[in-house]
């Protein structure tokens, strides 16, 4: 025992043990040694390394270190997910033709009859868990849209055939091959489609990223003890307001986010925490104003308002619809300039895109529809929805784009756009050659709304603003009010 | 009452002494026993605020301290305040 103080003994700072280390260790000898003496020192050596200079690094490598062990600990109870592939081949034709076949067949396979067969097959028996809670529409919407995907392969599309990749995402890897499989068979049954590559055993899982939240612990972690060490500076008060405006931030981010969290989709944690952040913000500069009336405010102002504004608008931000764009690429060969625009009239017309939108399988703008006339709806997708622009200067290429909340939808018309851009060339005499370079893609995020940018607006708005009421803020030395913390240097 | 840095100061009004000297004071006429941990870090604070200080011993490891005169008026200081409180609190308990 005796040995394990003195080895304690040397947790404390050189410079202490250069003052002290001689006369401590006299006194350990002196001792009869126990337990509560060892807890005693190593508590006493904490504390005197806590009081030298690099407090703060230590501090924060301490709180760095504890928390990457423990996010890297929560990273590993997180539910892994393994992505299955398999790749297909649809022939003999190309472009729009092999697209269009391949969007009817993907629309068959992708319908809610085929995937709920799916689902409900004892074999594969997925989503046993959503499905005591969930109505099976939603699992089927789920599964359509965030485990399945089907892309087009381009390097290989050029030149033989359309060569096309299934994914499915699970948590089981088997699961996820049999599903990717099963997809893949789903395919096969229509005629001039094979497996170039079967579904694979995925043996590494795509998420979650260990190093990614051990690199996020580690930075939380390093900032708490930079938070903390300043904190110990400070009289108890300043520690418990401080923790006391990040638990009621959390507390109140949490209470909005996660209810909208759970109507909307998104992920509440982010929200929640930008709160607590922007809780504890407001709560130093309250700190702050209150025992230093009388200095300069515009910087806490600036951060006080720049945190509140960024919050309300990163929140905000969610009440707005995602929208997502679809993009083809087209070649005219050769180059018309005239044409091309004398086409896109047409494709563009008032009863073609009228007959788009009531088209059953497609069935846009549902809601508008209900309230406004068509001929208004028709303005609204050509001006603002449509976008049909040239690649480059003198290049004969030209993008088709559709921006539309559901991507599987966006993707449909901007195939269909295509289809009549081709068919409507083919109808007139002296037609030139379209060339599909690039199919429709499904787009995986949404490109509206860009919540990072509306957040940081907000940010920017925010402390312009705290910078206004801080230059128009009266600012009497208000000797009435009872600081929160006592001015020592009154006493 | 506990509060060590006033009871080393207490210690050392009786005359210097070391650490364990100190320790061993402090568990007689308090009931209460400092851990070297807890000891030394009182030691060390009320060194920096120049309350106590070192002095020449032909122990080379065991150094005693002495109390100066700021620890001293600091001590007086505390006593007072301290005398208050319990002349208040007895006569408060006296009445009620």
């Known amino acids: 025992m005796k040995r394990c103080l003195q080895w304690s003994a040397r947790l404390y700072p050189a410079a202490w ?8 260790e006299a006194l350990l000898d002196d001792l009869r040694p126990s337990w509560r003496d060892l807890w005693d020192i190593l508590y006493g050596a ?22 990457a062990i423990l996010a890297t600990g929560w990273g590993f109870m997180l539910p892994r997910r393994y992505v299955s592939t398999a790749v297909m081949r649809i022939g003999p034709q190309t472009g729009p033709f092999a697209l269009r076949r391949l969007a009817s067949i993907q629309q068959e396979v992708l319908s809610r009859a085929s995937l709920s ?56 890897p088997a699961k996820a091959q049999a599903v990717a499989r099963a997809l893949a068979g789903k395919f096969t049954a229509s005629p001039g489609l094979e497996v170039l590559d079967p579904a694979n055993l995925p043996t590494k899982s795509v998420s ?37 405006s990040a638990v009621s931030g959390l507390a109140v981010g949490s209470a909005v986010a996660f209810p909208i969290g759970a109507l ?28 230093a009336w009388a200095r300069a405010p ?33 070649q005219a060969v050769p ?17 073609s895109l009228a007959a788009l939108i009531q088209h059953p399988r497609l069935d846009l703008y549902r809601r508008q529809r209900q309230s406004e006339p068509i001929e208004d709806i028709v303005q609204t997708m050509r001006n603002r929805d449509i976008r049909i622009r040239s690649v480059g200067g003198d290049l004969p290429a030209f993008t088709v784009q559709f921006l539309y909340p559901d991507r599987f ?37 949404p490109v509206f709304p860009n919540r990072l940018t509306i957040t940081a607006l907000g940010l920017a708005a925010g402390i312009l603003l705290g910078f206004l009421i801080a230059c128009f803020r009266p600012r009497p030395p208000n000797p009435g009010a009872r600081p929160l913390v006592p001015d020592p240097s009154a006493a | 009452m506990s509060d060590p840095s006033i009871l080393v100061l207490a210690s050392l009004v009786e005359g210097d002494k070391h650490g364990y000297a100190i320790m061993v004071d402090i568990e007689q006429f308090a009931g209460l026993r400092l851990g070297p941990g807890t000891l030394y870090g009182a030691i060390t604070r009320l060194e920096q605020r120049g309350w106590i200080e070192p002095v020449a011993s032909s122990d080379d490891r065991r150094q005693p301290y002495s109390l100066t005169a700021a620890g001293r008026r600091h001590l007086e200081a505390e006593m007072l305040t301290l005398e208050r409180i319990v002349r208040t609190a007895a006569r408060r308990l006296k009445h009620a």
Request: a positive charge; aromatic letters at 10%.
């Open chain 1, 264 to 291: 909307t989709g998104f992920d509440p944690l982010l929200p929640a925490c930008l709160t607590s952040v922007a809780s504890v913000s407001i709560g130093a500069f309250i700190l702050r104003d209150r025992t």
């Open chain 1, 298 to 330: 515009y910087f806490r102002y600036a951060l006080a308002c720049g945190a509140l504004l960024a919050v309300v608008s990163g929140f905000a931000s969610y009440g707005i619809t995602d929208r997502y764009v679809s993009t083809a690429v087209l």
């Open chain 1, 335 to 351: 180059p018309d300039r005239a044409r091309l625009d004398q086409l896109q009239q047409e494709v563009l017309s008032r009863s």
């Open chain 1, 117 to 172: 067969e799916m689902i409900q097959r004892p074999d594969l028996n997925l989503y046993s868990e959503e499905r005591k809670g969930h109505p099976l529409e939603d699992i089927v919407q789920g599964m359509r849209s965030r485990d399945i995907r089907i892309q087009g392969v381009q390097a290989v599309a050029a030149r033989d055939g359309m060569v096309f990749r299934i994914e499915f995402a699970s948590s089981d």
């Open chain 1, 208 to 244: 979650p990223n260990p190093l990614r939240i051990c690199i996020f612990g580690l930075i939380a972690g390093f900032a708490l003890g930079l938070l903390l060490a300043y904190l110990r500076r400070q009289p108890l008060r300043w520690t418990l307001w401080i923790l006391g």
């Open chain 1, 409 to 445: 939808k966006s993707q449909a018309v901007v195939r269909e756009l295509v289809a009549r851009f081709i068919q409507t060339n083919l109808s007139r005499p002296g037609s030139f050659v379209l060339e599909v370079l690039d199919p429709a893609s499904l787009p995986a995020a």
């Open chain 1, 46 to 67: 904490f504390v005197m390394q806590l009081s030298t200079p690099a407090a703060y690094l230590k501090l924060g490598a301490m709180t760095a270190v504890l928390g």
């Open chain 1, 17 to 24: 043990r250069a003052r002290y280390g001689r006369e401590f």
